[in-house]
C-alpha cells in the first residue's frame, strides 16, 4: 500500500540511506610473532573445554582438573590476546570526544589517554612482578605453581606497556588530523 511519501521500495521519502558496508577479504598478513602464543592457548584452551564437555557428559564422569585449567587458560587468552589488540591500537576508546573538538585538541586528549593508558600497563607490571614474588600456592588439581601463570600475564603486561609506548610515540609526532585519520581507518578494519 503506497501512501505517496513512500519510494517504490516501501521507506518512507525522507528516510536516510541504508550504510552499506562492503566486506573485503580475510587476511592473516597482519599477524606477527607476539601474536602466535595467544592463538596457541587459544586452542590448547578449547581442547581442553571439549576434553571437559566429552568426559563430563559422553563418558560421565569428568576430568578434574580440566576445569581449573580452562580457567586459567582463558585468563592467558585475554592477557597474551590484549597484546595484539595494543599493538594495532584496537582497545576500546571514547573517540566521540576526541571527533567533537578541534583537531589540536583531539591530539592533545588522544596523547593525554594513551599516556595515561601507558602508566596503567607499567605499574600493573610492578605490581604483578610483587605478586610473583609473594606466590607460594600450587594449582589445585595439578602441581604447577601459579606463580608461573602471574607471569605470563605480567609477561603479556610488559608487552603491553611498550607498546603503549610506541603508540604514544607516534601520536606525540603525529599531526593532529593524521590521529583523526587513524581513528576513521580503525571504524573501518576493527
Known amino acids: 500500500m503506497n501512501t505517496g511519501t513512500e519510494k517504490s521500495d516501501g521507506r518512507k521519502q525522507d528516510a536516510p540511506v541504508d550504510i552499506v558496508i562492503e566486506e573485503g577479504e580475510t587476511s592473516i598478513s597482519d599477524i606477527q610473532w607476539i601474536d602466535i602464543p595467544a592463538i ?6 578449547a581442547v581442553v573445554v571439549f576434553l571437559q564437555f566429552f568426559t563430563r557428559y559422553v563418558l560421565n564422569d569428568s576430568l578434574a582438573w580440566t576445569e581449573e585449567v580452562a580457567r586459567y587458560l582463558l585468563i592467558l587468552v585475554c592477557f597474551l590476546g590484549s597484546i595484539s589488540a595494543v599493538r594495532r591500537g584496537g582497545h ?6 576526541i571527533r567533537m573538538v578541534p583537531s589540536a585538541y583531539g591530539k592533545a586528549m588522544a596523547v593525554v589517554a594513551e599516556l595515561i593508558t601507558f602508566a596503567l600497563y607499567g605499574a600493573l607490571t610492578i605490581i604483578g612482578l610483587t605478586l610473583i614474588n609473594k606466590t607460594r600456592q600450587k594449582m589445585v588439581t595439578l602441581p604447577v605453581p601459579k606463580a608461573w601463570i602471574y607471569a605470563i600475564c605480567v609477561a603479556a603486561l610488559a608487552a603491553m606497556t611498550v607498546y603503549s609506548a610506541i603508540l604514544l610515540w607516534r601520536k606525540i609526532r603525529q599531526k593532529p588530523e593524521d590521529i583523526i585519520a587513524d581513528l576513521d ?3 573501518t578494519t576493527d
Open 92 to 97: 576500546i576508546a571514547l573517540e566521540f570526544f
Open 185 to 187: 581507518q580503525h571504524l
Open 40 to 45: 596457541i592457548v587459544f586452542w590448547v584452551l
